[in-house]
């Protein structure tokens, strides 16, 4: 029997809507789910979780304070928190992150490369490239299968989704793309994000000086020997409710939990950067 851990906190969610996907992924195989949230939830993530849990799902964003109306605060994480996260890593324990996760630990460089890219909430430093904020749009678009024969793609064909997309940078180099989508990426179609959180709406210009936007939404990665899956839609209850969403997330939380999926990671995994920092610039 597999035990999922969901990881939420630090960005709204419907949690009805998440927890009732997580009963239909989970309960039909016979897995449990226990669900935590940020920042208690961190306690829950170190070398213990390798003896506990299967797998995590964060549907959260650590290390960022988000109030509308106010700059968005990074958050260090501590040398406690980092050690935690790089023995859980190097244990092994699959990890599924989806949407704005891609947004967290803004200030650990080495965070970036456990999830594959990262969204900018405010301009920031990610690979000694400075970066503008990420941006946003909500758009109806084809979910287009590139690795049909991945075991994360098992059982789907290309399919339509309503949701939010990101303008922000992906490590495409380093990640197997598993799925991309049809939808324009053009940085005049997105709203930036930071001075849509600051100014609001109607004061947030578009990103058509952000460097061009991947169409990269589903990806695999390895850091340390801990197999991950990034799904990048994830924004809405109404996505929640897409069986096809679900079986996306199902295939996600099976392979990470493989011994394939162990074994991949422990051949091809790279170190966590644990003494990584980055410079935030002044906002």
């Known amino acids: 029997m597999n035990d999922v851990l969901v990881v939420t906190g630090g960005h709204r969610v419907d949690f009805e809507a998440l927890f009732s996907m997580m009963s239909a992924v989970c309960e039909p195989l016979g897995w449990r789910w226990a669900h935590a949230h940020q920042p208690s939830a961190q306690s829950w993530l ?17 290390g960022l304070r988000l109030k509308r109306g106010f700059a968005p605060e990074p958050l260090a994480a501590s040398p406690a928190v980092r050690q935690a996260l790089r023995e859980m890593l190097s244990a092994g324990v699959g990890l599924v992150m ?19 890219g990262r969204f900018h909430y405010a301009p920031g430093r990610l690979r000694g490239v400075d970066w503008p ?15 049909p024969t991945h075991p994360v793609c098992a059982g789907l064909d290309d399919f339509e989704l ?21 939808a324009d990426m053009s940085g ?17 210009p578009n990103c058509a000086r ?58 091809t995994g790279r170190l966590l950067r644990i003494d990584d920092g980055e410079d935030v610039p002044d906002l």
């Open 162 to 182: 309503t949701d939010e997309l990101y303008c922000c940078p992906i490590f495409e180099d380093d990640v197997v793309p598993l799925v991309r989508t049809d």
């Open 210 to 267: 952000h460097p061009p936007a991947s169409d990269l939404i589903v990806w695999a990665t390895a850091i340390e020997r801990s197999p991950v899956v990034y799904i990048q839609p994830g924004d809405s209850a109404a996505t929640f409710g897409v069986e096809s969403y679900r079986r996306l997330v199902a295939n996600a939380l099976a392979w990470v939990s493989s011994p394939d999926a162990h074994a991949w990671a422990a051949a």
């Open 188 to 204: 005049r179609l997105f709203t930036s994000t930071y001075e849509h959180v600051v100014f609001g709406e109607d004061a947030a």
């Open 46 to 62: 170190g070398l213990e979780a390798a003896s506990r849990w299967n797998a995590v799902l964060c549907h959260d964003i650590p």
């Open 133 to 147: 904020s990420s941006g946003t749009r909500i758009t109806s678009y084809t979910a287009h299968l590139v690795e």
């Open 98 to 116: 989806t949407h704005h996760a891609l947004a967290g630990w803004p200030a650990w460089g080495g965070w970036a490369d456990v999830m594959g």
